[in-house]
């Protein structure tokens, strides 16, 4: 499924839907995961997000799906508007909430397996 990058920023169920994508995916991760929201949340300007982030997946290659496409989504606050307009600081925001849900969802899916794994048969 293609997604619009913009349309993540957006439309809240699209945000969503694709947060638990990732997090379904990644929960082994999570907190390499936590790690990438917090180096964005770090960065006001989203100066050196990419690089940073780039480590990251070079270091855990199970999250190179992720950054590429936080990579994209980067690019998409960027469009929105100079550093530090109201534009820029919602589509930032948006991109904080995006990591934050997949987060969550790495979480949730983490938690499910050690349940599952719990259960005697």
Same mark, same amino acid.
């Given at each position: 499924?293609?997604?619009?990058?913009?349309?993540?920023?957006?439309?809240?169920?699209?945000?969503?839907?694709?947060?638990?994508?990732?997090?379904?995916?990644?929960?082994?991760?999570?907190?390499?995961?936590?790690? +990438?929201?917090?180096?964005? *949340?770090?960065?006001?300007?989203? /100066?050196? &997000?990419?690089?940073?982030?780039? @480590?990251? #997946?070079?270091?855990?290659?199970?999250?190179?799906?992720?950054?590429?496409?936080?990579?994209?989504?980067?690019?998409?606050?960027?469009?929105?508007?100079?550093?530090?307009?109201?534009?820029?600081? +919602?589509?930032?925001?948006? *991109?904080?909430?995006?990591?934050? /849900?997949? &987060?969550?969802?790495?979480?949730? @899916?983490? #938690?499910?397996?050690?349940?599952?794994?719990?259960?005697?048969?």
């Amino acid at each position: 499924m293609r997604v619009e990058f913009g349309k993540i920023l957006d439309d809240p169920v699209t945000l969503e839907r694709e947060a638990e994508r990732f997090g379904r995916r990644i929960y082994e991760k999570e907190r390499q995961v936590r790690m +990438i929201y917090e180096t964005v *949340l770090k960065s006001p300007d989203l /100066a050196m &997000v990419k690089p940073r982030l780039k @480590y990251q #997946a070079a270091r855990h290659r199970e999250l190179i799906a992720l950054v590429n496409f936080i990579d994209k989504l980067v690019d998409e606050v960027r469009k929105r508007g100079p550093v530090g307009s109201e534009e820029f600081e +919602i589509a930032r925001e948006k *991109l904080l909430n995006f990591l934050e /849900a997949v &987060v969550a969802y790495a979480r949730y @899916y983490k #938690a499910q397996e050690r349940e599952y794994e719990g259960w005697s048969l």
